[in-house]
C-alpha cells in the first residue's frame, strides 16, 4: 500500500517561499511508470494541478510556472514543492499524490496540510 505524507510550515508570509516535502512510504518515487504531483485547494474553490515530477523531467501548470519549482531527493524517496513570491491567494490545503500522467488520474493521495499565507 502506497502512503503519501506532506509535511512543512502551517504559515507562510507574503513574498517568501513555500517549501512543502511528501514523503512516500511502500513505493519508489524512482518508478518509471508514476508520475509524482503536487494538488492545492483553496478555500471554497475546486482542486488545482501544479505540477509534477517524473523521473528527472517536471511539469508545471502554465499559470504556476514561473513561480513553481518541483524536485525530489531519491535517497529519502521524498519529493518537494516550492513557490516562491506567494501571496493570500496562495493559502490552500496542498495534497501530494501519485498520477498515472501529467494532470490527472492520481491513484493515492496524501491526507493534504494547511498553508496559510498572513503576515
Known amino acids: 500500500q502506497v502512503q503519501l505524507q506532506e509535511s512543512g510550515p502551517g504559515l507562510v508570509k507574503p513574498s517568501q517561499t513555500l517549501s512543502l516535502t511528501c514523503t512516500v512510504s511502500?513505493?519508489?518515487?524512482?518508478?518509471?511508470?508514476?508520475?509524482w504531483s503536487w494538488i492545492r485547494q483553496p478555500p471554497g474553490k475546486g482542486l488545482e494541478w501544479m505540477g509534477a515530477?517524473?523521473?528527472?523531467?517536471?511539469y508545471y501548470s502554465p499559470s504556476l510556472k514561473s513561480r513553481t519549482s518541483i524536485s525530489r531527493d531519491t535517497s529519502k524517496n521524498q519529493f518537494t514543492l516550492q513557490l516562491n513570491s506567494v501571496t493570500p491567494e496562495d493559502t490552500a490545503v496542498y495534497y501530494c499524490?501519485?498520477?498515472?500522467?501529467?494532470?490527472?488520474?492520481?491513484?493515492?493521495w496524501g491526507q493534504g496540510t494547511q498553508v496559510t499565507v498572513s503576515s
Open positions: 511502500g513505493g519508489f518515487i524512482t518508478t518509471n511508470y508514476y508520475y
Open positions: 515530477i517524473h523521473t528527472l523531467s517536471t
Open positions: 499524490a501519485r498520477a498515472l500522467f501529467p494532470g490527472g488520474c492520481n491513484d493515492y
